[in-house]
């Protein structure tokens, strides 16, 4: 069974930083093309930042120059550093392969950025 646990949400004034932690289990991280995602109420899930196995990364606009992806092959974690956080990244974020799988949605970690 696969499973996700997403941590290291919190509370931050705007420039702050978190980081936040992704730990797998039931599948290998390390060949899977991995990704953080993000959701506000009222509205889907949207990417934030992909991770390939060859470690090529991909970010949306918006988070550029502020989120890294990384990943621990060896914990079967991904991380998401940010950077310079903003009110509008306040969000739920979320890890799961990319495409994402239905069934691998875990709880989420709380992002809230304050002005």
């Known amino acids: 069974q696969v499973q996700m646990v997403e941590s290291g949400g919190g509370m931050v004034q705007a420039g702050g930083s978190l980081r936040l932690s992704c730990a797998a289990s039931g599948l290998t991280i390390w060949y899977l093309t991995m990704a953080w995602y993000r959701q506000t109420p009222g509205q889907g899930r949207t990417l934030v930042a992909r991770?390939?196995?060859?470690?090529?990364?991909f970010y949306i606009d918006s988070v550029k120059g502020r989120f890294t992806i990384t990943k621990d092959n060896a914990r079967n974690t991904i991380y998401l550093q940010m950077t310079s956080l903003k009110p509008e990244d306040t969000a739920i974020y979320y890890c799961?392969?990319?495409?994402?799988?239905?069934?691998?949605w875990g709880r989420g970690t709380q992002v809230t950025v304050s002005s």
């Open positions: 991770l390939r196995m060859d470690n090529s990364t």
């Open positions: 799961n392969e990319d495409p994402p799988d239905a069934g691998y």
